[in-house]
C-alpha cells in the first residue's frame, strides 16, 4: 500500500509558475507509473502528466512545453512543474501511483490561475 501526498497548489497569476509535489509514505524506487491528474467540477478526471521506473514520460497536449514532470527516488517524491499557466490550467491536481496493478490516489492540490 502506499500514500500519496500531495503540495504546492495555491493562487497564480496567468504567465507564472508553480511546482507541485507528491510525497509518498515508502519507497517509489520500484513504483512503475506515477501520473499527475487534474479535474474540474462536472469533468472527468483527465491526465496532465506520467513518468515511468525509466524515465519514460508523457504529457496531456495541452501541457506540452509548459509542464515538466520528474521523480526524486531518494526523496520518495514526483515533482510537476507547471510554468506560463493559463486560467484553464485551474483544477485539483491529483497525484496517482501504480504498482502491481493497484491505483494509489493521494488527496488532491488545488492550483487556481487567476489575476
Known amino acids: 500500500q502506499v500514500q500519496l501526498v500531495e503540495s504546492g497548489g495555491g493562487l497564480v497569476q496567468p504567465g507564472g509558475s508553480l511546482r507541485l509535489s507528491c510525497t509518498a509514505s515508502r519507497s517509489i524506487f520500484g513504483i512503475n507509473y506515477m501520473g499527475w491528474y487534474r479535474q474540474v467540477p462536472g469533468k472527468q478526471r483527465e491526465l496532465v502528466a506520467s513518468i515511468t521506473t525509466g524515465d519514460i514520460t508523457n504529457y496531456a497536449d495541452s501541457v506540452k512545453g509548459r509542464f515538466t514532470i520528474s521523480r526524486d527516488n531518494a526523496k520518495n517524491t514526483v515533482y510537476l512543474q507547471m510554468g506560463s499557466l493559463k486560467p484553464e490550467d485551474t483544477a485539483v491536481y491529483y497525484c496517482?501511483?501504480?504498482?502491481?496493478?493497484?491505483?494509489?490516489w493521494g488527496q488532491g492540490t488545488q492550483v487556481t490561475v487567476s489575476s
Open positions: 496517482k501511483a501504480n504498482t502491481y496493478g493497484l491505483n494509489y
